[in-house]
C-alpha cells in the first residue's frame, strides 16, 4: 500500500516566522511530489511541485525533497496570517496515468 | 467561463436516492478525478478517467458509478446513496503529460445523505 505521511498539527507558528511543513512517502519509485494548500471550506491548490533531489524556491515557498530518505517538507518563510491553511503533501500513486495520492495535511496557523 | 466547475454545490438527497454530481472542464484536459475528502481520511480517489470512454476504479469505488462520454466532462452517479457517502466531493482535471502534471480542482459539492 503506498502512502503519502504527515503530521496533522495543528502546527502554530507567530507572525514573521518560519513554518516547516513535512511529508514522507513509502514508494521508492515516486519521481513528483506537489504541494497544495486549502483553506477552510475551499478546494485544493497547487502551491509547489518538485522532481529533483534538493530545493525549489518560489517567493517565500520552498520545497525541499530528499529521494534517499524518501522526505519532502514545504518550509514558508516570513509567515502571514493568510498562510493559515491546511497543507496537502501529494505524490504520484505509480505509472504515467496522473493518479495522485495526498496525505491527510498538515493544519497551519499563523497567529499576528 | 474557463476553468473546471463542478454542479450543484450543496446538496442534500435520502438514503436510498440516485443522485448525479456534475464536473465540467474547459481545458480538453485528458485525465479527470473524483476524490471525497472526509475529516480523518484525507482525500481519497473514487474514480478517474485517462480519456473519453476511459475510465478505472479508485480506492474507494464501492457505490459510486462514472461515465466520460465527452472529453469535458465527467459525472458521478451514487447509486442508492448512504449515509457513509456524506462526504465533500472534488473533481480535478490534469493534462498528465510527464511529471510536470499537477490537479486543477473544482470548487467541490457538499452532499448530506440523510
Known amino acids: 500500500q503506498k502512502e503519502v505521511e504527515q503530521n496533522s498539527g495543528p502546527l502554530s507558528v507567530p507572525e514573521g516566522a518560519i513554518a516547516s511543513l513535512n511529508c514522507t512517502y513509502s514508494?521508492?519509485?515516486?519521481?513528483?511530489f506537489f504541494w497544495y494548500r486549502q483553506y477552510s471550506g475551499k478546494s485544493p491548490e497547487l502551491i509547489m511541485s518538485?522532481?529533483?533531489?534538493g530545493d525549489k524556491e518560489d517567493g517565500r515557498f520552498t520545497a525541499q525533497l530528499n529521494k534517499a530518505s524518501q522526505y519532502v517538507s514545504l518550509l514558508i518563510r516570513d509567515s502571514q496570517p493568510s498562510d493559515s491553511a491546511t497543507y496537502l503533501c501529494?505524490?504520484?500513486?505509480?505509472?504515467?496515468?496522473?493518479?495522485?495520492?495526498f496525505g491527510k495535511g498538515t493544519k497551519l496557523s499563523v497567529k499576528p | 467561463d474557463a476553468g473546471i466547475t463542478q454542479s450543484p454545490r450543496y446538496k442534500i438527497t435520502e438514503t436510498g436516492r440516485q443522485v448525479t454530481l456534475m464536473c465540467h472542464q474547459t481545458?480538453?484536459?485528458?485525465?479527470m478525478f473524483w476524490y471525497r475528502q472526509d475529516l480523518g481520511h484525507g482525500l481519497r480517489l473514487i474514480y478517474y478517467?485517462?480519456?473519453?470512454?476511459?475510465?478505472d476504479k479508485g480506492e474507494v469505488p464501492d457505490g459510486y458509478v462514472v461515465s466520460r462520454s465527452k472529453t469535458e466532462n465527467f459525472p458521478l452517479t451514487l447509486e442508492s446513496a448512504t449515509r457513509s457517502q456524506t462526504s465533500v466531493y472534488f473533481c480535478?482535471?490534469?493534462?498528465?503529460?510527464?511529471?510536470?502534471?499537477?490537479?486543477?480542482f473544482g470548487s467541490g459539492t457538499r452532499l448530506t445523505v440523510v
Open positions: 481545458w480538453s484536459h485528458s485525465y
Open positions: 518538485i522532481y529533483s533531489n
Open positions: 478517467s485517462a480519456a473519453a470512454d476511459i475510465t
Open positions: 480535478a482535471s490534469s493534462d498528465g503529460t510527464g511529471v510536470s502534471y499537477g490537479y486543477t
Open positions: 501529494a505524490a504520484p500513486r505509480g505509472g504515467s496515468q496522473g493518479n495522485l495520492i
Open positions: 514508494d521508492r519509485g515516486s519521481q513528483s
